[in-house]
Structure formats: C-alpha cells, structure tokens
C-alpha cells in the first residue's frame, strides 16, 4: 500500500489548510485511517483517525472542534481539513492505514505510512 500525501503548506495563524492522502495498492475501502504528526524535536503524536466506513472518528484533543476528517472510499482517498490553525500545529503530517479497519489512536497500530507533508503555521 502506497500514501500520498499533500496539501501541506505555509498559512497564517487562523487561516485553514486541507490535506489529502491518495492511497494505491490496498484495498482502500476497509482499512482504518489515520494522521499523526511530528514537530521539530518532539515525537510523533496522534491528530484523527476514521474507521474503514467513515461511521467513526475520533480527535486528539488538541484539534477538536478546528480539525475535521473524512474519506472517499470511491476515490482512495482521505482528507484532513484544518480550520483555526495555531502557531502549535505546525509539524509534518503524516497519512497512515491500518488493516485493522477501525479507529485506532497508536502509531503501533498501523501498518502503513505515507511520506508526510510539511505544514507551517505562522504567528
């Protein structure tokens, strides 16, 4: 399974990014997905993740409320909308699948990483 990932960008504080992640390879349509991210000097942590049917998500505190998930499973992909963003939620993004097809919240939990995708948010 291949993730590819994009959208990533410079924006200012507030303003919104979308991210969307292409998935090829798999069968897209049932696993669960998910998107991490990384700041420079600190670990990767959890941001969202949908299960295979889009009937689940869930959110990292952090981004409740501003960040929002979705997946088209006719197209492969997922997208990542951002709203209301902070100087804070600058870090690569990373796309990520799961076999396992429902909402997982652990690195270890997933068995596919795409390439990440670098948003900047400016103060």
């Known amino acids: 399974v291949q993730l590819q990932a994009s959208g990533g960008g410079l924006v200012q504080a507030g303003g919104s990014l979308r991210l969307s992640c292409a998935a090829s390879g798999g069968t897209f349509s049932t696993y669960g997905m998910g998107w991490f991210r990384q700041a420079p000097g600190k670990e990767r942590e959890f941001v969202t993740a949908?299960?295979?049917?889009?009937?689940?998500?869930y959110y990292a505190d952090s981004v409740k409320g501003r960040f929002s998930i979705s997946r088209d499973n006719a197209k492969n992909t997922v997208c990542l909308q951002m709203n209301s963003l902070k100087p804070e939620d600058t870090a690569v993004y990373y796309c990520?699948?799961?076999?396992?097809?429902?909402?997982?919240?652990?690195?270890?939990?997933?068995?596919?990483w795409g390439q990440g995708t670098l948003v900047t948010v400016s103060s």
């Open positions: 949908i299960s295979w049917s889009g009937g689940s998500k």
């Open positions: 990520t699948a799961a076999d396992r097809g429902l909402v997982q919240i652990y690195p270890k939990e997933y068995d596919y």
